[in-house]
């Protein structure tokens, strides 16, 4: 006997792919076009996030969510576009990263990441781990605020602290790399 979560999405998939004679190659059918919905977009991996798409619609399904549009692929779409906008989000925080980083006084590459590296370095395991965490991981800052115990704010003096700490690091061994 299905549950009724198990037959709202027998119905969706049926109502997404009415052409495919059993309910594994409509699912296929329907990931698939998540995957080039993603892919066409670039997205530098569009199988987690036609995975990522399914598994928030089957969630809203099994919240009790109905799909009222005559064509239930017009509401994936806008939880697919969520997720896409969602994508370009954490991309640009990753790209923080690198951007976000103290810019040297002058312009000399090569001393400069050199300079960086070294300073990097010079962090604790602990401050080099947040700032990964803050820049680079997938988890929101709150989530991230929230298992260290201290608010957003909080959280977002401490990253302050750690660039500026960072940036008189950097100014320094640059002006010692200019001396020698």
Known sequence: MMDKNSQAFEALLLRLEPGF????KRYKQWRLKMVKFFAWKRCEDPEALADETIGRT?????AGEEIRAD???SYIYAIAKNIF?????DKKKREAVINNLPDPVRSY???????RKECLQTLS????SLLQRYYMDEETRE????????????????????KQELRVCE???????IRR
């Open 143 to 162: 989530r991230l605020a929230k298992s260290l115990k201290i608010s957003l704010n909080a959280l977002r003096l401490q990253i302050h602290r750690l």
């Open 21 to 24: 004679p059993d309910s594994e």
């Open 58 to 62: 089957v969630k809203n399904l099994s």
């Open 125 to 128: 395991r602990d401050k080099r």
């Open 85 to 89: 906008m969602e994508y370009l989000r």
């Open 109 to 115: 590459a090569d001393d400069s990441a050199d300079c």
């Open 171 to 177: 100014e320094q061994c640059l002006d010692n790399s």
């Open 71 to 73: 064509n239930p692929y």
